[in-house]
């Protein structure tokens, strides 16, 4: 992925989220001499399988797992406190090297105590169907100019000040909702001033890390969270996640300007899944979706939530290779595709007899069309053992094909299962 040309890539989800991203950043870290998260919470988990271990990441990047590469997470991201000192600690435990080789930005946001009460109370977040890890309540406070960073913990005089307009804010907003909870001031300044040393310690202004990295060179890989289709303004708005997850987030969340973006890569599944409420256009019903599910093993990382199934919506990653500026697409779990006999491709929409080859803003239009399909033969033969485009079944190839000229992007890797060898890469084609 890197080379000469490409110092700074962007690694995006394409689709709803859980694409296997976290698969693909580890792939591409070993390469890499800076992961950066951008946006997102602890709400993201992402899955690495090495040798018989399995890691969930929720806010640590997961380049983490390699030696030698330097992990920061970007301004854009809300942060969990009490989560990322628990998540340093397993890292630890597990033998990891975390040392010297982590940062947080002095300007990412802190999510606290009474963020997640809010959004538990909600029942507009239970509507969006959010993990309630009170990342929402947390980027209003953000855009209310409400927060509380990472560098205020470097006064706790005013840190408390912030802390009190903080839970003001909470309790009012609990008391709206018609909830008897109510958040106190000092839970959350007891937690910060117990982790306010360990975050401090890390904290630095990533931004210009990372300029000076990259003066020197480096190569940088900006990692997203969830998908394109969640982005809070390209998304399919309300049920959506309060960040900008596509590229332009990763110059905003990472502190890096948009010219030194070299190269976006956009995850995708083979197939379509999304995790909590709103359209998905190519949903599978009934026993097949369930089908899909087991061998997909689509159970979310962070809360086990099973994840909606559908067939691969081009509609959707062609819109999202527009709005990312994708240059390339990395295709996952291809293998869980083996069984089946026969595949559907979306290549557009039928509203009311007309054809919409265009993802629409307004969600509504998404109730009322039905996907057009082309339907392809399935292969019927394991992937998982291919390394080369030469391994795979012909009908695989052909599916392949047909994404690569739906979406009018090139495919540079394809993921035939959970481990780092599991992967064909098909960068460098020329
Ligand atoms: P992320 O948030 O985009 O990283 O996605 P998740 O971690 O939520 O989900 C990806 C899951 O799919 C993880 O358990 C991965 O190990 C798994 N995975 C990734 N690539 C492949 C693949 O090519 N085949 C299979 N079978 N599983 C994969």
């Not at 007891?190 to 931004?207: F, H, I, N, Q, Y």
């Not at 956009?266 to 409420?277: E, L, W």
């Not at 595949?343 to 009311?352: F, R």
């Amino acid at each position: 992925m890197f080379d000469r040309e490409r110092r700074t890539v962007v690694v995006v989800g394409a689709q709803w989220g859980d694409e296997g991203k976290g698969k693909l950043v580890d792939v591409i870290a070993e390469r890499a001499d800076w992961v950066v998260r951008y946006q997102g919470g602890a709400n993201a988990g992402h899955t690495v399988h090495i040798g018989a271990k399995s890691f969930v990441l929720h806010q640590i990047p997961s380049g983490i797992l390699h030696p030698g590469v330097r992990c920061a997470i970007g301004n854009g991201v809300v942060l969990d406190p009490d989560t990322l000192a628990q998540e340093i600690d397993e890292l630890v435990e597990d033998g990891v090297d975390v040392e010297g080789r982590l940062y947080v930005s002095d300007r990412a946001h802190l999510v606290l105590p009474y963020h997640k009460l809010v959004d538990a109370e909600s029942s507009a977040s239970k509507e969006i169907g959010t993990t309630g890890r009170g990342i929402g309540p947390c980027y209003e406070d953000k855009a209310a100019r409400r927060g509380v960073r990472v560098l205020d913990l470097r006064h706790p005089q005013r840190c408390r000040q912030l802390v009190e307009r903080g839970v003001e804010h909470a309790n009012a907003r609990l008391a709206q909702m018609g909830s008897t909870k109510r958040v106190d001031v000092e839970v959350t300044v007891t937690l910060l001033e117990r982790l306010a040393p360990r975050l401090l310690a890390l904290s630095e202004d990533v931004g210009l890390m990372i300029h000076r990295a990259r003066r020197q060179g480096a190569a940088v890989l900006l990692e997203g969270a969830q998908g394109s289709l969640l982005d809070v303004d390209h998304g399919t708005y309300p049920f959506v996640t309060s960040s900008n997850t596509t590229s332009g987030g990763a110059a905003t969340g990472a502190g890096v300007a948009p010219t030194a973006i070299d190269a976006v890569l956009g995850v995708v599944k083979a197939y379509t899944t999304r995790v909590g409420n709103g359209p998905l256009p190519t949903e599978i019903e009934g026993a097949l979706g369930e089908e899909v599910r087991r061998l997909g093993n689509e159970y979310g990382a962070t809360t086990g939530r099973p994840r909606r199934c559908g067939w691969f919506d081009a509609v959707v990653v062609r819109y999202a290779a527009r709005v990312n500026g994708l240059t390339g697409l990395a295709v996952t779990k291809l293998d869980v595709l083996d069984t089946l006999d026969e595949l559907a491709l979306c290549t557009g929409y039928d509203v009311d007899g007309e054809l919409h080859t265009e993802f629409p803003g307004d969600i509504t239009a998404l109730e009322a069309l039905e996907p057009c399909y082309q339907w392809m033969p399935g292969w019927k033969t394991p992937t998982s053992g291919a390394r080369t485009l030469d391994d795979l079944p012909r009908e695989a190839r052909a599916y392949l094909d047909r994404v690569e000229e739906l979406c009018e992007t090139r495919i540079d890797f394809v993921s035939v299962g959970t481990r780092r060898d599991q992967i064909i890469g098909l960068d460098g084609r020329g």
